[in-house]
């Protein structure tokens, strides 16, 4: 199964910048901004499959499926994240593009991990060229006192209802994904007040007033899980979460700010919705790899920086994998990103693998070498 996506806002930027549209919407009318999706060339024909379930389900759960999928969001720029990622219409549209294209095996809901703060009393915004900045970053007891438990169907309405449009234009002929952002990676976005190189003022707060980070994080795993539930039952077949900074943590750490978090998240989510595949993604993640499985996901993804074989050593047989091609690969002569792709599929084994990038696409990646690396992918048979 191969699944090419992006989701964040600084991946999102990258790909409307380093693009020419060359695909009109099929959605769009003269009362709102048209959308391009960016990439052209010829498309193998997917293959019809009689299935109850989308080939990028039959995968996670390990049943036999011929070949890996493909998604990705690649569009035209809208003045503002925001403006796009909280309107309905906009993140139905942008969500679709690549799938009307590329008739993909995975529909990303277009969203961030950050969304869901303004519900949460932590006012945000994603600005360009900076990134998410949080207006008052939290420091103190007090300020995690004022974090409220998130309530999506109060703060994120435009969230579930473009989630049950995509499950019924998609109509199970692919997995419609949501995701969010897992505890730690929450908390240190707010505790630093944006992106941070060294993450000194979330550490500071760990190692120094630990009890006040714990409230916070537990404020986070109980709206994440519960925002994860909501995303299930208005139509996501699966969900992703990221923990993206949490490799930036030592193992202890790790095992004391995160993996615990992720745990619970998982357990209260599966009490519920014991069906519902969960993705653990986090960067970099090669010194925690054991300890990934032990939150209790579905699939780990990882990136390129750990081997795909030793990693299906590593994580054992009971978790799918997802990833994990360089993104740089696509610089590469069409010969070279096939043997790449292929390496990745050979060393993944049959099933259970979700083949992807290890990270969303670079600014000036050439489209038609990301044309192709969707041909491959759907081209590969086991």
Same mark, same amino acid.
């Given at each position: 199964?191969?699944?090419?996506?992006?989701?964040?806002?600084?991946?999102?930027?990258?790909?409307?910048?380093?693009?020419?549209?060359?695909f009109h919407s099929l959605?769009? +009318?003269?009362?709102?901004?048209?959308?391009?999706?960016?990439?052209?060339?010829?498309?193998?024909?997917?293959?019809?499959?009689?299935?109850?379930?989308?080939?990028?389900?039959?995968?996670?759960?390990?049943?036999?499926?011929?070949?890996?999928?493909?998604?990705?969001?690649?569009?035209?720029?809208?003045?503002?994240?925001?403006?796009?990622?909280?309107?309905?219409?906009?993140?139905?549209?942008?969500?679709?593009?690549?799938?009307?294209?590329?008739?993909?095996?995975? /529909?990303?809901?277009?969203?961030?991990?950050?969304?869901? @703060?303004?519900?949460?009393?932590?006012?945000?915004?994603?600005?360009?060229?900076?990134?998410?900045?949080?207006?008052?970053?939290?420091?103190?007891?007090?300020?995690?006192?004022?974090?409220?438990?998130?309530?999506?169907?109060?703060?994120?309405?435009?969230?579930?209802?473009?989630?049950?449009?995509?499950?019924?234009?998609?109509? +199970?002929?692919?997995?419609?994904?949501?995701?969010?952002?897992?505890?730690?990676?929450?908390?240190?976005?707010?505790?630093?007040?944006?992106?941070?190189?060294?993450?000194?003022?979330?550490?500071? @707060?760990?190692?120094?007033?630990?009890?006040?980070?714990?409230?916070?994080?537990?404020?986070?795993?109980?709206?994440?899980?519960?925002?994860?539930?909501?995303?299930?039952?208005?139509?996501?077949?699966?969900?992703?979460?990221?923990d993206s900074w949490a490799?930036?943590?030592?193992?202890?750490?790790?095992?004391?700010?995160?993996?615990?978090?992720?745990?619970?998240?998982?357990?209260?989510?599966?009490?519920?919705?014991? +069906?519902?595949?969960?993705?653990?993604?986090?960067?970099?993640?090669?010194?925690?790899?054991?300890?990934?499985?032990?939150?209790?996901?579905?699939?780990?993804?990882?990136?390129?920086?750990?081997?795909?074989?030793?990693?299906?050593?590593?994580?054992?047989?009971?978790?799918?994998?997802?990833?994990?091609?360089?993104?740089?690969?696509?610089?590469?002569?069409?010969?070279?990103?096939?043997?790449?792709?292929?390496?990745?599929?050979?060393?993944?084994?049959?099933?259970?693998?979700? @083949? +992807?990038?290890?990270?969303?696409?670079?600014?000036?990646t050439p489209e038609e070498? /990301?044309?192709?690396?969707?041909? /491959?992918?759907?081209?590969?048979?086991?």
């Amino acid at each position: 199964m191969s699944i090419v996506y992006t989701c964040s806002a600084s991946s999102f930027s990258a790909i409307s910048a380093s693009y020419k549209p060359s695909f009109h919407s099929l959605r769009t +009318n003269s009362h709102k901004p048209r959308f391009c999706c960016a990439l052209g060339g010829a498309i193998a024909e997917p293959k019809v499959i009689n299935a109850t379930e989308p080939l990028l389900l039959d995968a996670v759960q390990g049943k036999e499926v011929e070949r890996p999928p493909s998604y990705q969001i690649l569009c035209e720029k809208h003045p503002s994240f925001r403006e796009r990622s909280e309107n309905v219409d906009l993140v139905v549209e942008i969500s679709l593009q690549p799938w009307k294209v590329f008739r993909p095996d995975g /529909v990303i809901l277009f969203s961030d991990i950050l969304t869901p @703060l303004s519900g949460m009393n932590i006012p945000f915004d994603i600005v360009k060229g900076k990134g998410p900045i949080i207006f008052d970053p939290l420091a103190t007891a007090a300020d995690v006192d004022q974090v409220r438990e998130f309530v999506p169907e109060e703060s994120v309405p435009y969230v579930g209802e473009a989630l049950t449009i995509l499950r019924k234009e998609v109509n +199970n002929e692919a997995a419609v994904l949501g995701f969010v952002g897992a505890p730690f990676t929450l908390a240190s976005y707010v505790v630093e007040g944006g992106s941070s190189k060294h993450f000194t003022k979330i550490k500071k @707060l760990a190692f120094s007033q630990p009890k006040v980070l714990h409230a916070l994080l537990q404020k986070f795993a109980t709206s994440m899980a519960k925002y994860i539930r909501y995303q299930a039952d208005k139509g996501a077949q699966a969900v992703q979460i990221f923990d993206s900074w949490a490799t930036e943590l030592s193992p202890a750490d790790f095992e004391e700010f995160s993996l615990p978090y992720l745990k619970q998240i998982v357990d209260s989510v599966k009490q519920t919705h014991s +069906n519902l595949p969960l993705i653990l993604y986090a960067s970099g993640s090669g010194g925690l790899l054991e300890r990934l499985p032990l939150t209790g996901v579905d699939v780990v993804s990882l990136d390129w920086t750990v081997d795909m074989a030793e990693g299906r050593r590593r994580l054992g047989t009971d978790v799918a994998v997802q990833g994990n091609v360089d993104p740089g690969v696509l610089f590469g002569s069409k010969e070279f990103i096939t043997s790449r792709i292929n390496d990745t599929v050979r060393k993944a084994g049959r099933g259970k693998h979700i @083949l +992807n990038l290890g990270h969303g696409i670079i600014v000036g990646t050439p489209e038609e070498n /990301v044309a192709h690396f969707f041909e /491959v992918a759907k081209s590969i048979r086991y």
